[in-house]
């Protein structure tokens, strides 16, 4: 199994930062694409930006030019940094990890999440 736990949120107001970190032990092979999903109260789950064991990466057009995603590949760690905080980016925040285990066999996990809250 893999685990992954998540810190980092909190409540601050508009326009101020945030960092968050997941970090994955635990079951870990090949790391496909590690980051970060987000779900406010009722709507659905969508993705905030994710990376690549490349360094690829891929944002929602709604947080492009303030958001940044990083890894670090040593410490099976993903961040998020957070910039311009809008009360839009209210939600919980979950990390996804997706790897190919020893038997080419794609998988995927999540985090319990968690929350941050924008003031406006």
């Known amino acids: 199994q893999v685990q992954l736990v998540e810190s980092g949120g909190g409540l601050v107001q508009a326009g101020g930062s945030l960092r968050l970190s997941c970090a994955a032990s635990?079951?870990?092979?090949?790391?496909?694409?590690i980051g970060w999903y987000r779900q406010a109260a009722g709507k659905q789950r969508e993705l905030v930006a994710a990376?690549?064991?490349?360094?690829?990466?891929n944002y929602a057009d709604s947080v492009k030019g303030r958001f940044t995603i990083s890894r670090d590949n040593a410490k099976n760690t993903v961040y998020l940094q957070m910039n311009n905080l809008k009360p839009e980016d209210a939600a919980v925040y979950y990390c996804?990890?997706?790897?190919?285990?020893?038997?080419?066999?794609?998988?995927?996990?999540w985090g319990k999440g968690t929350q941050v809250t924008v003031s406006s």
């Open positions: 996804n990890l997706e790897q190919t285990n020893f038997i080419g066999s794609r998988l995927r996990y």
């Open positions: 635990g079951c870990i092979f090949r790391i496909n694409t």
């Open positions: 990376i690549t064991s490349r360094h690829s990466t």
